[in-house]
């Protein structure tokens, strides 16, 4: 069974500071891995993905995350943060079988931004 | 539609009484999930259609918990004799079939069921 960590709970960030949120993946076999944002009151929304090809995904917003095969990693990172992309972040990954098939999702990371 | 919707959108139930919620997935999208996030939580997976076949129900947390997908569109999750633990949101997904367009997942706003 598949298992996503995802160790910050809560950052705190100010304005125009940069991102990095961690994410770790226990899988024994290739994944599908996703980045979803929640903003407050909202749903979840798609901020990027990867499914194979370059490692180096850019998504929405500014957006981008690495996929580093050994370290089961797939962090998500922004150079400039804003105010408004305070939300809760969330890392999942689903075994890629070419399919849709269920995702395993972490606990997720509350991301505050001050002005 | 343009997006998942799921209705209603908060349930107040009293312990022991059956809930429905209900998920309208875009149209032509075959894959459908629902999914369970408590406070706090990441969302967790509770079954998955196919169509109108459940291909995966290992996530249901007991037997009061049971959905259909009649028609293989409109998904409907039962919870029968709700008690506390219950309490949580419900998201359902939808997807089209791989292959057919860009993968992914579009998440409804949920359910928010309270259970008192």
Redesign the interface.
Known sequence: AQS?SQHNHHVILSEAASLELGCNYSYGGTV?L?W?VQYPG?????LL?Y?SGDPLVKGIKGFEAEFIKSKFSFNLRKPSVQWSDTAEY?C?VSPNT???????????TRLQVTL | GA??SQSPRYKVAKRGQDVALRCDPISGHV?L?W?QQAL??????LT?F?NEAQL?KS?LPSDRFFAERPEGSVSTLKIQRTQQEDSAVY?C?S?L???QGD????????TRLTVV
């Open positions: 996503v599908n996703f979803y909202q749903h979840l929304q798609l993905k499914f969330f999942a070419g399919t849709a098939s269920k995702l395993t999702f972490g606990t997720g | 997006g998942v894959s999930f999914y706090g939580q990441g969302p967790e997976f998955y196919q995966d996530g998201l997904a997807s079939e791989w292959g993968p992914g997942y579009t998440f409804g706003s949920g």
